[in-house]
């Protein structure tokens, strides 16, 4: 039997109504089920004119990311006693405590030509005062869904004491076609799947895209010379580049290190799969692995120090866990069933992986010594987990069955309790999570 330890169930509760008085509104990690933290949202007010519009667009995305996350839930417009009539308007701290709300946003948004000017506060309803000091935003008419999503970041982060997660991007291979004959292109989205732009065209097949830690590049396994080899795409450019790798049939899985110089992948050569290190600086390739067995899916710790990867020296595929400068590894996966696709979380906790088991598929996490090894989803096929920035969310692909199957985008938080499909324009697969955006 799974043991359940309380972090990973992190399911958030916040003080209620005395605690609230005598501090700071906070959603704090317990192993509660209760109900998400009621908060009001009024439409941001809009200063001047053609501000309306974008105001209400604003407004809704920054509801629709909180909710999202499963921890909050908004109340709606008709429950209102207060109307919000003004963005420096005293508030009425008993109207909206008659409601119940525990978090009020208020905010207003101004258009000046093609330039966009955000403004909002955040109060404790209960405590009777602001959340953190009020904040203004400037970007382009362009990058208004950015902003949103700083705003909701900022509110996420003042609650629950973490990183957001929300004005983050994804890459990701977007399929179109039918399930014989699939064209495959690299794409990249917002978190939420707004904002789709494509990196290649169809006329290669790519997989398995992973973003640098600054969200700079993108590397990934293409097929453009007949075998897989490793590219690099500048996103901001969409100027491409081939890795150099070692001598070798096939690299492929590629990742980068934690400060983007180096990237780790497999090789296979001569009958044999390892993985292996090439600093992108210097040209310099290392060996890490040396064993008759098929090494895979290379994972750098946050610090660098480790690897976490896939391999089936053991007889079937497993979890194992060395120095980032090669050396023996150690095995921490032990449960039934095959894993694969590790990923070490942001925090350094964790680590996601997919496993097959009994004819299911399943996303699930460990800690880092192979304990507490929880299962968080179970389907047909699931695939390819990836952490988002501040490591309480993991993004997969999920393909359905049958001779229409198809693969779509979820996420599910770390309790395995939200779990929610991510929309896109077309089929996708093989998600990587990028960095929070500067």
Do not use: C
Not at 88 to 109: F, K
Not at 288 to 297: C, K
Not at 374 to 388: H, K, N, V, Y
Not at 389 to 418: C, H, K
Request: hydrophobic share 40%; net charge neutral; charged share 20%.
């Amino acid at each position: 039997m799974i043991r359940k330890l309380l972090a990973l169930l992190a399911v958030f509760v916040w003080a209620d109504v005395a605690l609230a008085q005598s501090g700071p509104l906070r959603l704090t990690i317990t192993d509660g089920v209760i109900e998400p933290l009621p908060f009001a949202l009024p439409t941001f007010q809009p200063e001047g004119t053609g501000a309306e519009e974008m105001a209400a667009n604003l407004s809704q995305v920054i509801a629709s990311d909180l909710i999202g996350t499963g921890l909050f839930r908004q109340i709606p417009a008709s429950a209102f006693i207060s109307p919000y009539t003004g963005f420096s308007q005293p508030i009425a701290y008993a109207d909206w405590r008659a409601i119940n709300a525990q978090a009020l946003i208020i905010g207003a948004v101004a258009v000046s030509g093609r330039q966009v000017e955000v403004k909002f506060r955040l109060y404790d309803v209960f405590s009777g005062g602001e959340l953190g000091d009020g904040l203004r935003f400037v970007g382009s008419v362009d990058g208004w869904r950015r902003m949103a999503h700083k705003v909701a970041d900022t509110v996420y982060s003042r609650i629950t004491g973490e990183g957001g997660y929300f004005d983050s991007r994804v890459v990701f291979v977007a399929e179109t076609g039918p399930k014989d004959a699939r064209q495959k292109r690299l794409a990249i989205m917002d978190y939420d799947g707004a904002g789709v732009q494509y990196l290649t065209d169809s006329g290669t097949l790519v997989i398995a895209p992973r973003f640098s830690p600054s969200g700079d590049r993108v590397l990934y396994t293409t097929f453009e010379s007949g075998f897989p080899r490793i590219n690099m795409i500048e996103v901001a450019t969409v100027g491409r580049q081939q890795v150099t790798t070692a001598a070798g049939e096939m690299a492929f899985s590629p990742r980068f290190s934690r400060d983007g110089n180096q990237v780790i992948y497999s090789l296979s050569s001569g009958g044999n799969t390892d993985i292996w290190r090439t600093d992108l600086l210097t040209g310099q390739h290392t060996r890490l692995t040396s064993a008759p067995s098929i090494e895979t899916a290379p994972s750098f710790s946050p610090d660098g120090s480790q690897i976490v990867f896939e391999s089936d020296r053991s007889g079937s595929p497993q979890l194992y866990i060395m120095s980032a400068t090669g050396g023996e590894a150690r095995r921490i996966s032990f449960g039934e069933g095959r894993y694969g696709t590790p990923v070490w979380s942001p925090r350094g906790d964790l680590v996601a992986f997919t496993k097959q088991n009994a004819g299911r598929f399943h996303i699930g996490v460990m800690r880092t010594d192979g304990s507490e090894e929880r299962l968080l989803t179970a389907s047909f096929l699931d695939e390819g987990p990836t952490w988002s920035p501040n490591g309480r969310v993991i993004m997969f692909f999920r393909e359905t069955q049958g001779a229409a199957g198809a693969p779509s985008l979820y996420s599910v938080d770390i309790s395995g309790r939200n779990l929610r499909q991510v929309p896109t324009v077309t089929f996708a697969s093989d998600p990587s999570w990028g960095p929070l955006q500067r």
